[in-house]
């Protein structure tokens, strides 16, 4: 058995943390790997166990899922989020949801209640209201720093990033538009992410789950890496993998996918297919890591940013949570 979570990647420097902050994430790490071990524990599946512990995360304010999530452009809150169990290859996901308190819960519903794999936009919340999922008001998902970065992303003029300091993006419309689309690469504040589970159950089962609020200051219904299953968020019978970062690179390279495809088709260690995943989003420009777990219970959490908010819970219960580099 094993579980891993991570709560985002990018620009996390020990110089910019206090420790009182550095106590609340830590604390809200903490508290979610605890709920999705008890399942674990108790007999449960990694699906369970994934989706518990992301909706713990979305819970907790501090990180950009669920409550706490990062402004649009015109002040929406809109969230993206997946769920995959790789035992079955079934997937569920939602994109730009709006006052829902625990998207990786819809995303859930998704993949046990339509044919579908992906709701997006007003459908998504019209299935979410069809299906009784209790809407909760903006008030709910308010919070003031991701206000305040959301008016100095605007003042710069640049879609930012919840963490990362990776070169801007610079394809397609994005390169074209002169109105504040094209990403820019002035640091940014805050650093503080999405979040994500990976698990193996008693029975070698595999789940994965991701869940966002995307980027500050993004615009006309932006999609990232988290609910594109392959991109940000993929399970199969090899492996377990959700990713954090700059979705766009996430989408360009199918990260998620490609950890498993190097175990696969390489036959590669899950360490081994997982650096070289995230060595190949370097080649690209991409920022960011993933946290990945294989049919064994091995875990690994690879990142190429400054830091990532991450933690792995072994059989026995000892904890691990780690912020920046270790080495
Ligand atoms: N990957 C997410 C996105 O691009 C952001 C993040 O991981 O912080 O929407």
């Given at each position: 058995m094993a579980l891993a979570i991570h709560g985002g990647a990018g620009t996390i420097l020990r110089s910019q943390m206090t420790p009182d902050l550095e106590r609340e994430y830590r604390g809200g790490l903490e508290t979610a790997l605890k709920a999705g071990w008890a399942i674990l524990e108790s007999g449960g599946s990694s699906l369970d166990a994934v989706e518990r512990a992301v909706i713990s995360l979305e819970d907790f304010?501090?990180?950009?899922?669920?409550?706490g999530s990062v402004f649009t452009h015109a002040g929406e809150q809109e969230m993206d989020a997946a769920i995959m169990d790789g035992n079955n290859l079934r997937a569920g996901a939602v994109a730009?949801?709006?006052?829902?308190?625990?998207p990786v819960g819809l995303a859930r519903l998704v993949m046990e209640r339509?044919?579908?794999v992906l709701l997006a936009g007003e459908g998504a919340n019209q299935f979410a209201e069809q299906i009784g999922v209790k809407a909760e008001p903006d008030e709910y998902f308010f919070t003031e720093h991701r206000w305040l970065q959301l008016q100095e992303a605007i003042a710069e003029g640049r879609v930012q990033l919840d963490h990362a300091n990776s070169?801007?993006?610079?394809?397609g419309v994005a390169a074209a538009?002169?109105?504040?689309?094209v990403l820019s690469d002035a640091p940014p504040r805050k650093p503080i992410g999405t979040v994500g589970a990976v698990a193996c159950d008693k029975n070698g089962h595999l789940a994965a789950a991701t869940s966002t609020g995307g980027?500050?200051?993004?615009?006309?219904?932006r999609i990232g890496d988290t609910a594109i299953i392959g991109s940000g968020t993929y399970a199969d019978q090899t492996c377990a993998v959700s990713c954090t970062g700059h979705g766009e690179y996430f989408m360009l390279a199918a990260t998620a996918f490609d950890v498993a495809a190097r175990m696969k088709y390489?036959?590669?260690s899950l360490e081994a297919a997982a650096q070289e995943a995230v060595d190949y989003l370097t080649t690209i420009n991409g920022e960011g890591g993933l946290i990945a777990v294989d049919t064994s219970g091995k875990v690994t959490l690879p990142f190429n940013s400054d830091g990532m908010y991450r933690g792995s819970i072994a059989p026995g219960g000892a904890i691990e949570i780690e912020i920046y580099k270790t080495q």
């Open positions: 304010p501090l990180f950009n899922a669920g409550r730009f949801v709006k006052n829902i308190k625990n339509t044919e579908h070169p801007p993006y610079e394809g538009s002169a109105d504040g689309v980027m500050t200051n993004k615009k006309f219904g390489k036959s590669l």
